[in-house]
């Protein structure tokens, strides 16, 4: 069988779609790890005292065309484990698109969480993910997201092939917001009012 030069061989591709598993030849898989995110949550001091093994969220993607090229879509699924770090829930490092303008689709398949939007003038806003919620991330806006729950939280996503990944200027700058387990539910704290955090319970 043919292989393109993204390692994609051509043939049927299916999903396991609750559990966020894509089945066929040439499918993509990355993990991240805690000891992977340093800088990431507020409190350093409680990341440190935490297993860096421990497996915080997973990527399987299917990219049928080489990368970066126009007009390709590409199509994968995050699962984020359920856990926090001095009191912060577990989440992704969160990008802006390196092609500004690139938006994506994501739409929850299992769990709860929060998807954590930011436009390039650091104004943010949060969505609610839960099974079924479909959200529609514009271009020039980072976004991030984050598991509230108890279980894993699983969402699918469609982005351009083209689109890249900025990490640098969310690692340099965050996001404006934080989502915070407060008394065990989600709250969303501006970075500027952040205070002392507790401990995650
Ligand atoms: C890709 C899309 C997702 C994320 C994934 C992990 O554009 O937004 O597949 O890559 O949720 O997040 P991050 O911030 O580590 O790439
Ligand atoms: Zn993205």
Redesign the pocket.
Known sequence: MMELDSGHVPGQMQLDWSNGIVLGAGVRKSI?RLGQLKGIFRDQSAWELMNPDRVV?S?Q?HEPMIPGTEGALSW?S?TIEPGCVGGEYFM????F?AKRDRG?YYTTAQGTGMLVLMGEDRMARAEAMSPGSLHYIPGYTA???LNTGDGPLIFW?C?PSD?G?D?ETIARHGFSIRVMKHDGTPEIIPEAAMGEQAECP
């Open positions: 991240t969220y990527v993607w994968g995050t992704t490092r969160g990008h698109h994506e976004h991030r997201t996503a982005w689109a990944h990490y």
